[in-house]
């Protein structure tokens, strides 16, 4: 059971917008704590998406698009593309746990 | 360029002791928080610890805790993941990653696959 809750699956026709949540709690999302999305694409090491809720690493598309509300964070990808399949986990500190915590993972399927 | 450079695939006994290994380079190792995230097959990510070079200061997932030990040698640019004794469900994929701040994991090993089996 991960502390941060992601849909399992999502999925989505290219070129079409797709939304993943990221749900967590007081002591994560809740307590301003940055809130980082990763990509992990088959058969490779995950790579940074999104970090501080919503800048972008130097090399990722504008396509993708973080925001986060409450104890909640979202991971946005508009013009939905085949190379964006993979699987998609957010990330944060817990100060109950005194270290980081992942959601569950979710697995974008491009139709 | 930043590269962190994982020691190779193992093949293990339950029950032996294993040492992995993470060389970054392109950075300024002592000064990042290099971590490691344990995946199982087929599943999530998850946390397992996380070091700072500079001064040693290592943090533990409570679930990790007394379980591995995580390590580092600043002179060398490389962080360490032990085992004193493997169990099979210890068979998993082990990414190093390294941050300049504590929460943000900014760069990733290519990962170590441990495989532990009588």
């Known amino acids: 059971q991960s502390v941060l809750t992601q849909p399992p699956s999502v999925s989505g026709a290219p070129g079409q917008r797709v939304t993943i949540s990221c749900t967590g709690s007081?002591?994560?999302?809740?307590?301003?704590?940055?809130v980082q999305w990763y990509q992990q694409l088959p058969g490779t090491a995950p790579k940074l998406l999104i970090y501080?809720?919503?800048d972008r690493p130097s090399g990722v598309p504008d396509r993708f698009s973080g925001s986060t509300s409450g104890t909640s964070a979202s991971l946005t990808i508009t013009g939905l593309q085949a190379e964006d399949e993979g699987d998609y986990y957010c990330q944060s500190y817990d100060s109950s746990l005194s270290g980081w915590v992942f959601g569950g993972g979710t697995k974008l399927t491009v139709l | 360029e930043v590269q962190l450079v994982q020691s190779g695939a193992e093949v293990k006994k339950p029950g032996e002791s294993l040492k992995i290994s993470c060389k970054g380079s392109g950075f300024n190792f002592p000064t990042y928080w290099i971590g490691w995230v344990r995946q199982m097959p087929g599943k999530g990510l998850d946390w397992m610890g996380i070091i700072y070079p500079g001064d040693s200061d290592t943090r533990y997932s409570p679930s990790f805790q007394g379980q591995v030990t995580i390590s580092a040698d600043k002179s060398i640019d490389t962080a360490y993941l032990q085992w004193s004794s493997l169990k099979a469900s210890d068979t998993a994929m082990y990414f190093c990653?390294?941050?300049?701040?504590?929460?943000?994991?900014?760069?990733w090993g290519q990962g170590t696959l441990v495989s532990v089996s009588s």
């Open positions: 007081s002591s994560n999302i809740g307590a301003a704590y940055d």
């Open positions: 501080g809720d919503t």
């Open positions: 990653v390294a941050g300049q701040h504590l929460e943000i994991g900014d760069y």
